[in-house]
Protein backbone atom coordinates (compact mmCIF):
# COMPACT_ATOMS: atom_id res chain seq x y z
CA UNK A 1 0.00 0.00 0.00
CA UNK A 2 2.87 2.41 0.44
CA UNK A 3 4.11 1.95 -2.99
CA UNK A 4 0.65 2.89 -4.11
CA UNK A 5 1.33 6.26 -4.99
CA UNK A 6 -2.24 7.80 -5.83
CA UNK A 7 -3.11 6.48 -1.97
CA UNK A 8 -0.20 8.03 -0.47
CA UNK A 9 0.12 11.37 -2.22
CA UNK A 10 -4.03 11.85 -1.64
CA UNK A 11 -3.36 10.61 1.98
CA UNK A 12 -0.74 13.21 2.90
CA UNK A 13 -2.91 15.80 0.95
CA UNK A 14 -5.62 15.00 4.03
CA UNK A 15 -3.63 15.09 6.91
CA UNK A 16 -1.50 18.54 5.50
CA UNK A 17 -4.85 19.77 5.10
CA UNK A 18 -6.34 19.34 8.17
CA UNK A 19 -3.72 19.05 11.16
CA UNK A 20 -3.49 22.57 12.96
CA UNK A 21 -0.24 23.21 15.02
CA UNK A 22 -1.10 22.05 18.42
CA UNK A 23 -3.65 18.99 17.48
CA UNK A 24 -4.11 16.18 19.61
CA UNK A 25 -4.63 13.55 16.81
CA UNK A 26 -6.04 10.12 16.62
CA UNK A 27 -5.18 7.49 13.59
CA UNK A 28 -7.56 4.92 13.48
CA UNK A 29 -5.91 1.89 11.53
CA UNK A 30 -2.70 3.02 12.07
CA UNK A 31 -0.89 0.30 10.10
CA UNK A 32 2.73 1.47 9.80
CA UNK A 33 2.30 4.49 11.54
CA UNK A 34 2.89 6.99 8.32
CA UNK A 35 -0.36 8.71 8.71
CA UNK A 36 0.64 9.78 12.64
CA UNK A 37 4.12 10.44 11.48
CA UNK A 38 2.95 13.43 9.09
CA UNK A 39 0.76 14.34 11.57
CA UNK A 40 3.58 15.15 14.14
CA UNK A 41 5.57 16.64 11.39
CA UNK A 42 2.91 18.68 10.30
CA UNK A 43 2.54 20.27 14.08
CA UNK A 44 0.32 17.89 15.92
CA UNK A 45 1.36 18.64 19.67
CA UNK A 46 0.65 14.36 20.15
CA UNK A 47 -0.55 11.43 18.08
CA UNK A 48 -2.19 8.32 19.46
CA UNK A 49 -1.89 5.68 16.44
CA UNK A 50 -4.13 2.99 16.97
CA UNK A 51 -4.32 -0.72 15.42
CA UNK A 52 -5.04 -4.34 16.45
CA UNK A 53 -2.02 -5.29 14.53
CA UNK A 54 1.03 -6.40 16.50
CA UNK A 55 2.31 -4.13 13.47
CA UNK A 56 2.77 -1.34 16.08
CA UNK A 57 6.22 -2.90 17.59
CA UNK A 58 7.72 -2.29 14.49
CA UNK A 59 5.96 1.22 13.83
CA UNK A 60 6.71 2.37 17.26
CA UNK A 61 10.45 1.69 16.33
CA UNK A 62 10.19 3.76 12.70
CA UNK A 63 8.91 6.46 15.17
CA UNK A 64 11.72 5.99 17.15
CA UNK A 65 14.52 5.36 14.43
CA UNK A 66 13.47 8.55 12.48
CA UNK A 67 13.65 10.60 16.01
CA UNK A 68 9.73 11.00 16.00
CA UNK A 69 8.07 12.10 19.37
CA UNK A 70 4.95 12.38 21.02
CA UNK A 71 3.51 9.51 18.71
CA UNK A 72 2.43 6.76 20.85
CA UNK A 73 1.13 3.80 19.78
CA UNK A 74 -2.09 1.59 21.35
CA UNK A 75 -2.76 -1.88 20.40
CA UNK A 76 -6.32 -2.88 20.47
CA UNK A 77 -9.47 -2.32 18.77
CA UNK A 78 -10.21 1.33 18.16
CA UNK A 79 -14.30 0.34 19.22
CA UNK A 80 -12.62 -0.45 22.80
CA UNK A 81 -9.05 1.28 23.36
CA UNK A 82 -8.84 3.66 26.08
CA UNK A 83 -7.01 7.02 25.83
CA UNK A 84 -5.57 9.44 28.44
CA UNK A 85 -7.58 12.53 26.56
CA UNK A 86 -9.88 13.54 23.90
CA UNK A 87 -8.71 14.53 20.73
CA UNK A 88 -9.23 17.35 18.20
CA UNK A 89 -9.17 15.29 14.82
CA UNK A 90 -9.70 11.69 13.76
CA UNK A 91 -8.76 10.00 10.56
CA UNK A 92 -8.18 6.77 9.37
CA UNK A 93 -7.49 4.92 6.19
CA UNK A 94 -10.63 2.81 6.39
CA UNK A 95 -12.09 1.49 2.85
CA UNK A 96 -11.40 -1.85 1.57
CA UNK A 97 -12.53 -2.63 -2.27
CA UNK A 98 -16.29 -1.13 -3.60
CA UNK A 99 -15.56 1.14 0.10
CA UNK A 100 -16.78 -2.10 2.16
CA UNK A 101 -14.42 -5.25 1.96
CA UNK A 102 -12.04 -5.18 5.47
CA UNK A 103 -13.60 -2.00 6.29
CA UNK A 104 -13.97 -0.72 10.21
CA UNK A 105 -16.63 1.74 9.96
CA UNK A 106 -18.17 0.41 12.88
CA UNK A 107 -14.90 0.38 15.14
CA UNK A 108 -13.92 3.87 13.50
CA UNK A 109 -17.74 5.48 14.57
CA UNK A 110 -17.39 4.47 18.00
CA UNK A 111 -14.37 5.23 18.43
CA UNK A 112 -14.86 8.96 17.33
CA UNK A 113 -18.11 9.11 19.61
CA UNK A 114 -16.15 8.44 22.86
CA UNK A 115 -12.63 10.24 21.98
CA UNK A 116 -13.21 13.48 19.65
CA UNK A 117 -14.13 16.61 20.93
CA UNK A 118 -17.28 17.94 20.68
CA UNK A 119 -17.00 20.38 17.54
CA UNK A 120 -13.45 18.01 16.85
CA UNK A 121 -12.27 17.71 12.85
CA UNK A 122 -13.03 13.41 11.16
CA UNK A 123 -11.78 12.46 7.78
CA UNK A 124 -12.56 11.15 5.61
CA UNK A 125 -15.73 13.20 5.12
CA UNK A 126 -17.82 11.31 2.37
CA UNK A 127 -17.93 8.17 0.21
CA UNK A 128 -19.60 7.28 -2.88
CA UNK A 129 -20.29 4.61 -5.16
CA UNK A 130 -20.17 3.72 -8.70
CA UNK A 131 -21.73 1.21 -10.60
CA UNK A 132 -21.41 1.06 -14.74
CA UNK A 133 -22.07 -2.18 -17.16
CA UNK A 134 -19.32 -3.94 -18.34
CA UNK A 135 -18.41 -6.79 -20.83
CA UNK A 136 -16.34 -8.73 -18.31
CA UNK A 137 -15.75 -11.70 -20.75
CA UNK A 138 -13.17 -9.22 -22.10
CA UNK A 139 -10.88 -9.44 -19.35
CA UNK A 140 -12.53 -11.92 -16.68
CA UNK A 141 -14.28 -14.95 -17.43
CA UNK A 142 -14.03 -17.93 -14.85
CA UNK A 143 -16.89 -19.92 -15.77
CA UNK A 144 -15.10 -21.82 -18.96
CA UNK A 145 -13.04 -23.61 -16.48
CA UNK A 146 -16.16 -24.93 -14.37
CA UNK A 147 -17.74 -25.95 -17.33
CA UNK A 148 -14.67 -27.96 -18.88
CA UNK A 149 -14.33 -31.49 -17.48
CA UNK A 150 -11.12 -30.93 -15.02
CA UNK A 151 -8.89 -33.99 -14.01
CA UNK A 152 -12.25 -36.39 -15.19
CA UNK A 153 -14.45 -34.89 -13.08
CA UNK A 154 -17.24 -32.24 -13.80
CA UNK A 155 -17.01 -29.39 -11.57
CA UNK A 156 -20.33 -27.79 -12.98
CA UNK A 157 -21.77 -27.65 -10.23
CA UNK A 158 -19.56 -24.66 -8.98
CA UNK A 159 -21.04 -22.49 -11.70
CA UNK A 160 -23.67 -21.40 -9.36
CA UNK A 161 -21.20 -20.28 -6.94
CA UNK A 162 -19.40 -18.29 -9.70
CA UNK A 163 -22.86 -16.77 -10.25
CA UNK A 164 -23.53 -15.43 -6.91
CA UNK A 165 -19.73 -14.20 -5.69
CA UNK A 166 -18.62 -10.69 -5.93
CA UNK A 167 -15.43 -11.11 -7.60
CA UNK A 168 -12.53 -8.51 -7.03
CA UNK A 169 -11.21 -7.75 -10.63
CA UNK A 170 -9.18 -4.93 -12.38
CA UNK A 171 -11.57 -4.23 -15.29
CA UNK A 172 -10.60 -2.25 -18.37
CA UNK A 173 -12.22 0.71 -19.20
CA UNK A 174 -12.87 -0.01 -22.29
CA UNK A 175 -14.95 -2.57 -21.71
CA UNK A 176 -17.26 -0.45 -20.03
CA UNK A 177 -20.82 0.52 -21.69
CA UNK A 178 -22.82 3.49 -21.02
CA UNK A 179 -22.04 5.85 -18.58
CA UNK A 180 -21.13 4.88 -14.47
CA UNK A 181 -23.49 6.38 -12.39
CA UNK A 182 -23.28 7.52 -9.03
CA UNK A 183 -25.73 5.07 -7.03
CA UNK A 184 -24.87 6.00 -2.88
CA UNK A 185 -23.07 8.45 -1.22
CA UNK A 186 -22.58 8.44 2.96
CA UNK A 187 -20.74 9.69 5.68
CA UNK A 188 -17.85 6.49 6.54
CA UNK A 189 -18.53 7.74 10.57
CA UNK A 190 -22.11 6.90 9.75
CA UNK A 191 -22.31 3.95 7.84
CA UNK A 192 -25.99 3.26 6.80
CA UNK A 193 -27.11 -0.41 8.45
CA UNK A 194 -28.12 -1.31 4.91
CA UNK A 195 -28.00 0.13 1.54
CA UNK A 196 -30.85 -0.32 -1.62
CA UNK A 197 -29.33 1.24 -4.77
CA UNK A 198 -31.26 1.01 -8.52
CA UNK A 199 -29.29 2.03 -11.64
CA UNK A 200 -30.46 1.72 -15.28
CA UNK A 201 -28.28 1.88 -18.72
CA UNK A 202 -29.44 2.52 -22.07
CA UNK A 203 -26.88 0.01 -23.53
CA UNK A 204 -25.07 0.71 -26.98
CA UNK A 205 -26.66 -1.70 -29.56
CA UNK A 206 -24.78 -4.48 -30.34
CA UNK A 207 -22.75 -4.61 -26.82
CA UNK A 208 -22.68 -7.40 -24.70
CA UNK A 209 -23.52 -7.08 -20.91
CA UNK A 210 -21.96 -9.99 -18.48
CA UNK A 211 -21.42 -7.98 -15.18
CA UNK A 212 -21.74 -4.76 -13.65
CA UNK A 213 -18.71 -3.24 -12.03
CA UNK A 214 -19.05 -1.27 -8.92
CA UNK A 215 -15.91 1.41 -7.00
CA UNK A 216 -15.53 4.13 -4.62
CA UNK A 217 -14.36 7.40 -4.81
CA UNK A 218 -13.58 9.44 -1.10
CA UNK A 219 -13.37 12.64 -0.03
CA UNK A 220 -10.58 12.82 2.33
CA UNK A 221 -10.51 15.84 3.17
CA UNK A 222 -12.25 18.99 1.49
CA UNK A 223 -10.60 19.34 -1.86
CA UNK A 224 -8.67 16.23 -1.63
CA UNK A 225 -10.44 13.19 -3.43
CA UNK A 226 -9.47 10.04 -4.24
CA UNK A 227 -11.01 7.91 -7.24
CA UNK A 228 -10.90 4.03 -7.42
CA UNK A 229 -12.35 3.69 -11.13
CA UNK A 230 -10.97 2.22 -14.06
CA UNK A 231 -10.73 4.98 -15.60
CA UNK A 232 -8.37 6.81 -12.82
CA UNK A 233 -4.53 6.32 -11.81
CA UNK A 234 -4.21 2.78 -10.88
CA UNK A 235 -4.15 2.19 -7.07
CA UNK A 236 -3.98 -0.90 -4.97
CA UNK A 237 -7.74 -1.25 -4.93
CA UNK A 238 -9.41 -2.66 -7.25
CA UNK A 239 -13.06 -2.45 -8.83
CA UNK A 240 -15.74 -5.28 -8.01
CA UNK A 241 -17.85 -7.51 -10.46
CA UNK A 242 -21.25 -8.27 -9.73
CA UNK A 243 -22.21 -11.08 -12.84
CA UNK A 244 -25.29 -10.75 -14.20
CA UNK A 245 -26.79 -13.44 -17.27
CA UNK A 246 -25.28 -12.33 -20.36
CA UNK A 247 -27.17 -10.54 -22.57
CA UNK A 248 -26.32 -8.42 -26.18
CA UNK A 249 -28.07 -5.71 -25.96
CA UNK A 250 -30.88 -4.82 -28.97
CA UNK A 251 -31.21 -1.54 -30.28
CA UNK A 252 -33.40 1.19 -27.82
CA UNK A 253 -32.53 -2.06 -24.51
CA UNK A 254 -32.20 -0.95 -21.15
CA UNK A 255 -30.57 -2.76 -18.13
CA UNK A 256 -32.50 -2.05 -15.07
CA UNK A 257 -30.04 -3.48 -11.97
CA UNK A 258 -30.82 -3.04 -8.04
CA UNK A 259 -28.09 -3.38 -5.23
CA UNK A 260 -29.28 -4.42 -1.92
CA UNK A 261 -26.01 -4.67 0.82
CA UNK A 262 -26.35 -5.89 4.29
CA UNK A 263 -23.98 -5.93 6.61
CA UNK A 264 -22.75 -8.96 9.53
CA UNK A 265 -21.99 -8.44 12.94
CA UNK A 266 -18.25 -7.99 12.09
CA UNK A 267 -19.10 -5.64 8.84
CA UNK A 268 -18.46 -8.22 6.10
CA UNK A 269 -20.62 -6.88 3.63
CA UNK A 270 -23.67 -9.21 1.88
CA UNK A 271 -24.94 -8.22 -1.90
CA UNK A 272 -28.21 -9.11 -3.19
CA UNK A 273 -28.14 -7.87 -6.84
CA UNK A 274 -31.13 -8.56 -9.12
CA UNK A 275 -32.42 -6.96 -12.37
CA UNK A 276 -33.78 -7.51 -15.85
CA UNK A 277 -33.76 -5.83 -19.30
CA UNK A 278 -36.42 -3.60 -20.72
CA UNK A 279 -37.17 -3.49 -24.49
CA UNK A 280 -37.42 -0.57 -26.81
CA UNK A 281 -41.41 -0.97 -26.66
CA UNK A 282 -41.11 -1.54 -22.81
CA UNK A 283 -41.15 -5.48 -22.08
CA UNK A 284 -39.40 -6.70 -19.43
CA UNK A 285 -36.99 -10.20 -20.26
CA UNK A 286 -33.86 -11.90 -19.11
CA UNK A 287 -34.72 -11.12 -15.11
CA UNK A 288 -32.20 -12.12 -12.44
CA UNK A 289 -31.61 -12.27 -9.00
CA UNK A 290 -28.13 -12.90 -7.24
CA UNK A 291 -27.17 -13.36 -4.05
CA UNK A 292 -23.45 -13.86 -2.22
CA UNK A 293 -25.23 -15.33 0.89
CA UNK A 294 -26.57 -18.32 -1.33
CA UNK A 295 -22.95 -19.29 -2.84
CA UNK A 296 -22.70 -22.61 -1.96
CA UNK A 297 -26.79 -23.11 -1.65
CA UNK A 298 -27.50 -25.92 -4.27
CA UNK A 299 -29.71 -24.97 -7.26
CA UNK A 300 -30.95 -22.17 -9.21
CA UNK A 301 -30.97 -18.42 -8.30
CA UNK A 302 -34.79 -18.53 -7.82
CA UNK A 303 -37.25 -16.68 -9.33
CA UNK A 304 -36.71 -12.67 -9.31
C1 LIG B 1 -5.77 -0.14 5.30
S1 LIG B 1 -4.73 -0.27 6.69
C2 LIG B 1 -4.18 1.39 6.84
C3 LIG B 1 -2.79 1.52 7.41
C4 LIG B 1 -2.24 2.93 7.47
N1 LIG B 1 -3.12 3.85 8.18
C5 LIG B 1 -1.97 3.48 6.09
O1 LIG B 1 -2.73 4.32 5.64
O2 LIG B 1 -1.02 3.04 5.47
C6 LIG B 1 -5.91 -0.47 7.98
C7 LIG B 1 -5.36 -0.85 9.32
O3 LIG B 1 -6.45 -0.87 10.24
C8 LIG B 1 -6.23 -1.88 11.21
N2 LIG B 1 -7.55 -2.18 11.81
C9 LIG B 1 -8.57 -2.89 11.26
N3 LIG B 1 -9.62 -2.94 12.11
C10 LIG B 1 -9.25 -2.24 13.21
C11 LIG B 1 -9.90 -1.94 14.45
N4 LIG B 1 -11.16 -2.36 14.69
N5 LIG B 1 -9.24 -1.21 15.36
C12 LIG B 1 -7.97 -0.78 15.11
N6 LIG B 1 -7.30 -1.05 13.97
C13 LIG B 1 -7.93 -1.76 13.03
C14 LIG B 1 -5.59 -3.00 10.41
O4 LIG B 1 -4.83 -3.86 11.27
C15 LIG B 1 -4.72 -2.22 9.42
O5 LIG B 1 -3.39 -2.06 9.91
Redesign the pocket.
Known sequence: ??QDDARTAS?RAMVEALVRPGDVVA??????G??AFWARRAGASRVYA????D?VRLSSKVAKDNGIDEVFFLQG???EVELPEQVDLVFS?CLGNFAFGDA?FG?LSTFTERWLKVGGRRAPTSVRLYLQPANSGLFWDPLPFWRQPWHGLDLSAFCHAEENRVAVVDTVQSFLWGEPLQVAEFDPFRRPASLQLTAAWDVPEGRLVTGVVGWFEVDWAPGVTLDTSPKAEATHWSQVLFPVPHHEAARGDRLEFQLDIGFSDDEVPRYRWSGCWQAEGGARSDAFVRDSRALFSEGDNGTP
Open positions: MLLDVGTGTILIDTSIDAAEMA
